[in-house]
């Protein structure tokens, strides 16, 4: 007898599913997702990779334990650091499967670094970055101009930061000018903003209109998410690229921001900068009536020491010969001029008498006589000079009034007194055929004495005629 039959009933087995493994894999990541949607999670990075898709893969490890973390490039454009093997961190996110390999993993929507927060974190990072690359060296700053003409300031027009370094600007001195170029300070978009105030000021410096001698780029103070646009990668190499001299004015004297080490000049506060930009009127004044005293008292102490010297020289027999040779060629210099002089009254002398012997000479010569003969060839030639004229104007006017009647006889006006006329169409033009018009136009006859408008008809030949006399 079977054991169904001894217990009285039928057993029926269970029924076996069978999973694929997708499907499995599928199952099991719903429920832990479901379950796990939310975990903060601590460990050591390691075997950090981040490819050129923006998104970041490590393990986070503890003791023996481990787990895979993702986290893409939408989450991971938002850190304030870079991960790297080693770092002590805290994962937010979503525990999840990886259905390819079946791997338990977390996607990552927060990362924080474990004890310093990650503002401090990135901003050790990028510190240690650039300094290697030799952009906090002193070799490669530039001199910041003593008294310049035209500054330019990158900062938001709220900020009290800007109205303090205008009041100081003006006080100090008035003459200097200002270019603002409006930034945001704070936010996302405020490194963006500033960067490009930077560069902006050095696209223009080819303009010496609108160019300026120093950038100055400031803000007040605040905590570290205030400040932290200031501590931004693009912004700290525009900086560093700038032609133009920067300085730096972010925050309180106890705020360091990457900025600062990049800038050419660090100054404390935005007041700072603008009394380091620029110097006081007053001291340009008292420096320069400082420096006219020197140079006044060193004149006078060369002058001194030159005195002294030639007056030791004067005592040496050199000297001495010298001044006996000096005064030899003065003596002969006196000689020669008294010989010029007297040479000068000879030749005067000489020239004053022979002028007395040729005024003598002139006088006793009879001019009457000589200007009487000018006179008379003056009177004859006069005379035949007009009789010649008048001659000539008389055969000229017999031939005007020749040429006159001839021209009388040419005229058309000459035809008109005949009792012809000459007609015009109405653009002015003389008519020489009656197809030149039509009818409806207007002509008009000039006769010989006065003028006829008239209107164009057709006759009942068909000809046209005119019509309509006006005088």
């Known amino acids: 007898m079977s054991l169904t039959d001894q217990l009285g009933f039928r057993f029926t087995p269970p029924e076996r599913r069978v999973w694929t493994v997708r499907g499995l894999v599928a199952a099991v990541r719903t429920h832990v997702e479901r379950e796990y949607s939310d975990a903060w999670v601590e460990g050591e990075i390691s075997n950090f990779r981040a490819p050129d898709s923006g998104h970041l893969y490590f393990t986070l490890k503890d003791g023996n334990a481990q787990i895979r973390v993702v986290m893409f490039s939408s989450k991971a454009r938002l850190l304030r650091f870079r991960p790297a093997d080693g770092m002590q961190v805290v994962v937010r996110g979503r525990v999840t499967i990886y259905e390819d390999r079946g791997e338990l993993q977390i996607s990552a929507e927060y990362i924080e670094p474990k004890g310093a927060g990650s503002l401090q974190v990135a901003f050790e990072q990028l510190k240690a970055k650039l300094e290697a690359e030799g952009l906090f060296a002193a070799e490669r700053k530039k001199a910041i101009p003593a008294l310049p003409a035209r500054i330019g300031i990158v900062t938001s027009p709220q900020a009290a930061a800007l109205r303090d370094i205008l009041n100081i600007l003006q006080r100090r001195h008035h003459t200097a000018s200002v270019v603002i170029y409006p930034a945001q300070v704070q936010g996302d978009a405020a490194a963006i903003e500033v960067a490009s105030g930077v560069r902006y000021f050095n696209e223009i410096r080819s303009d010496k209109s609108r160019s300026v001698e120093v950038i100055i780029v400031g803000r007040g103070g605040g905590s570290a998410e205030d400040l932290a646009a200031f501590n931004n990668e693009g912004l700290a190499r525009a900086v560093a690229a700038s032609e133009i001299p920067v300085i730096s004015a972010v925050g ?84 020669l001029t008294y010989r010029l002089e007297r040479g000068e009254r000879q030749a005067l002398e000489k020239m004053q008498r022979r002028w007395e012997a040729v005024s003598a000479a002139v006088r006793h010569y009879d001019l009457r006589r000589v200007m009487a003969a000018i006179r008379g060839e003056l009177e004859a030639g006069t005379s035949a000079i007009a009789a010649a004229m008048r001659n000539q104007l008389l055969q000229n006017k017999v031939r005007l009034e020749r040429m006159g009647r001839a021209l009388e006889m040419l005229s058309p006006l000459a035809i008109l007194e005949r009792g012809y006329a000459l007609v015009f169409d109405g653009a002015g033009n003389l008519v020489k055929d009656a197809a030149q018009v039509k009818v409806g136009d207007e002509i008009s006859a000039r006769v010989a004495r006065g003028e006829i408008k008239a209107t164009v008809r057709r006759t009942t030949e068909g000809k046209t005629s005119g019509s309509k006399p006006e005088q």
């Open 252 to 335: 309180h004297e106890t705020d360091f921001t990457i900025v600062d080490f990049v800038a050419d000049m660090r100054a404390p506060t935005p007041s700072a900068a603008a009394e380091l930009v620029i110097r006081s009127r007053v001291e340009v004044e008292n420096q320069t009536d400082a420096v006219r005293e020197r140079l006044v008292r060193a004149m006078e102490r060369r002058l001194l020491e030159a005195r002294n010297a030639l007056m030791e020289r004067a005592q040496d027999g050199a000297f001495a010969r010298m001044m006996d040779l000096i005064r030899q060629r003065q003596q002969k210099l006196d000689d």
